[in-house]
């Protein structure tokens, strides 16, 4: 663990950084450079402390989320910035499933937000589609479903063998999730919520959604709602993403939506997202995971941990910073200032340099 403040006067954010495994170590470090650079310029501190928790540490002595880790991140952090987990080395990469499905049960980090934003027109793969036409906000119920490893086995390895994985639905976290997604439609000005299920063949958990998506729908008559079938919703998204301002769905339909939207607005490698309980310590991630095909090689795009930097400091009430790194991808994705992933010849710290300039200045000079 590294424990470097940087307090420019008045309490600093507290940042537990997490980079993890494969390219979580490589885009983190610039995501945190960027973020620096935006800290001084608007002289409003924050505070870095690295943990090491990932495939090594767990090779080395067994520990993948140590005692008393969750309370310590609860309470002495602000939020957590979180890179990627996953190794082959690591079989069912147990540690993964320890650290972050952990943290995101423990923490109740119900909501899984998953912004698909289009900022450049050429990365879209949709046919004469602009970034007016692709910004939609993903919502995946997080700590409930198929996730929750609620399952066995009977007469493993036999040629009998039956598998069992159930899909868990609470009341409670099915109508937290559903209010959430109004809740932001209506903050943020936005004027229509999808709510997307399997009701016609999962007739009892996604039965659970229908009556609370009627009950709640009915508070916010100045919100046009609607619902959808995910595989029809797959369909629509990418016949005509238009029609979509706010969509909420399960943890597993919602992991694959989100992969869908993250493609159209131009890959993994550019795609945000937070693990959020409003008002407590969340969790900020790109999409993307280790990616040990490409681990090593100095090519891993960074934007996306930026991205989710912006993320987390706008849950930190910190719009303006938020806003000038976003800028600085943009910025970035105008001049093709970019990692092959997006078609560029730049390497890792490349781009982390220079959007850290751009952040330290507001503008790359
Ligand atoms: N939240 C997480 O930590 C998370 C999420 C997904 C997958 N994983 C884990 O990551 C490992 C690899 O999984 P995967 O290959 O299915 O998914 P992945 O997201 O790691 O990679 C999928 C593809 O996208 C590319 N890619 C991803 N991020 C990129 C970036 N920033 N820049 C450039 N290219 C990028 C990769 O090179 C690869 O071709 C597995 O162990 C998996 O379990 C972890």
Redesign the pocket.
Known sequence: MTNTPMRNGGPAARIAVIP?????RE?TPEAVKVLRAVAVRGKRPLEFVEFDWGADRYLRDGISLPDGAVEMLRDEFDAIL???????RVPG?QH?ADI?LGLRFKLDLYVNARPVELLQDRLTPLRDRTSNDVRIMVFRENTEGLYVGVGGFFKKGTADEIAVQEDVNSRKGVELIIRYAFEYARANGLKRVCMSDKSNAMTFAHDLWQRVFKEVRGEYGDIESRHLYIDTLAMEIVRDPRQFDVIVTCNLFGDIISDLGAQLAG???LAPSGNIHPGKTSLF??????????AGKG???????VLTSAMMLEHLGRKGEAKVLREGVRSALKENFV???LGGSKGTVEVGDWLAEFAARGVRT
């Open positions: 993890g495994d494969g390219i979580g885009v979180f890179g990627a987990l996953g190794d082959p990469n993964a972050l890959g993994l490698g991630e790109p999409v993307h995971g280790s990616a040990p095909n490409i090519i891993a795009n960074p934007l996306g941990s990692t092959p992933d």
